[in-house]
C-alpha cells in the first residue's frame, strides 16, 4: 500500500511570504500529525488532527495553522516566514489516532529553506 | 512541559562494537517508541514499549523500559555499517483529558568506522 505522501518535497520562500505544505496519509489512517526537524531543536510537534478536527497542539506561533480533510489529508500553512522556518517539514499518519496502539508512519517530508 | 532526554547526541564506534542509546522522561510515559533515521531519509518506527520492565529483541537490538516507565534504552549488539543513522526515542504522554502527545527524544546520531 501506498505510504504517506508529502508534498512539495522542496520549497523556497522568500521572507514574508507564505507557504502550503500538503500531507496524504496512508489510507485508512484518520490522524495525521506534523512535525517541525531542525539541527538544533530536533522534532518539534506542530499539530494532530484526527476526523478533520486538531486534538492537540504544540508550542508554535499562530503564523503556523493547519486543517485535515474529510478524505484525512490534511495541509499545514505557514505566514509571514521567517529566516527560522526554514527546517524539514515530517507528516505522520497513524490509523486510529490514539499512537498508544501504534507507532508513526512519517513521510518524506517538505525542505523548506526561506530566504 | 513534558521533556525527553536522550544521550548521548553522537556515538562514533568501529564497526562490530556494541552501541547503546539512552532516553530519560521527567514524567512517567504510556509508552515509549523508538524510531531510526537515516542520512537524508525520515523517521522510520522501529518499535513500542508498553509494560513496566519489557525487553523486546529484534536481530541485533535489545530495547528495554524501565520500571518505573520513565526510561529506556536502545543497545545494538555487533554493530554493521546499516545501522548508521539517528536513533529517536519518542515518549507518549497522555494528559488528563485523554489527549494524546508524542514528544521525541534529541536523538543520537551513530556513525560507524569500517
Known amino acids: 500500500k501506498a505510504g504517506v505522501t508529502q508534498t512539495p518535497r522542496y520549497l523556497i520562500k522568500t521572507r514574508g511570504q507564505q507557504v502550503t505544505l500538503s500531507c496524504s496519509p496512508i489510507s485508512g489512517h484518520r490522524s495525521v500529525s506534523w512535525y517541525q526537524q531542525t539541527p538544533g531543536q530536533g522534532l518539534q510537534f506542530l499539530f494532530e488532527y484526527f476526523s478533520e478536527t486538531q486534538r492537540n497542539k504544540g508550542n508554535f506561533p499562530g503564523r503556523f495553522s493547519g486543517r485535515q480533510f474529510s478524505n484525512s489529508r490534511s495541509e499545514m500553512n505557514v505566514s509571514t516566514l521567517e529566516l527560522g522556518d526554514s527546517a524539514l517539514y515530517l507528516c505522520a499518519s497513524s490509523p486510529d489516532g490514539r499512537t498508544a496502539n501504534y507507532g508513526y508512519t512519517f513521510g518524506s517530508g517538505t525542505r523548506l529553506t526561506v530566504v | 512541559g513534558q521533556q525527553v532526554m536522550q544521550i548521548p547526541q553522537y556515538q562514533h564506534v568501529q564497526e562490530g562494537e556494541d552501541f547503546t542509546t539512552y532516553c530519560n522522561s521527567s514524567?512517567?510515559?504510556?509508552?515509549i517508541q523508538w524510531y531510526k533515521q537515516r542520512p537524508g531519509g525520515h523517521p522510520v518506527f522501529l518499535i513500542q514499549?508498553?509494560?513496566?520492565?519489557e525487553v523486546k529483541k529484534q536481530k541485533r537490538l535489545t530495547f528495554q523500559f524501565g520500571e518505573a516507565k520513565k526510561n529506556s534504552s536502545l543497545h545494538i549488539t555487533a554493530t554493521q555499517t546499516t545501522d548508521v543513522g539517528t536513533y529517536f526515542c519518542a515518549g507518549l504522554f497522555i494528559s488528563n483529558f485523554g489527549n494524546e502527545k508524542l514528544t521525541f527524544g534529541t536523538g543520537t546520531r551513530l556513525t560507524i568506522i569500517p
Open positions: 514524567t512517567t510515559l504510556s509508552n
Open positions: 514499549l508498553v509494560k513496566s520492565g
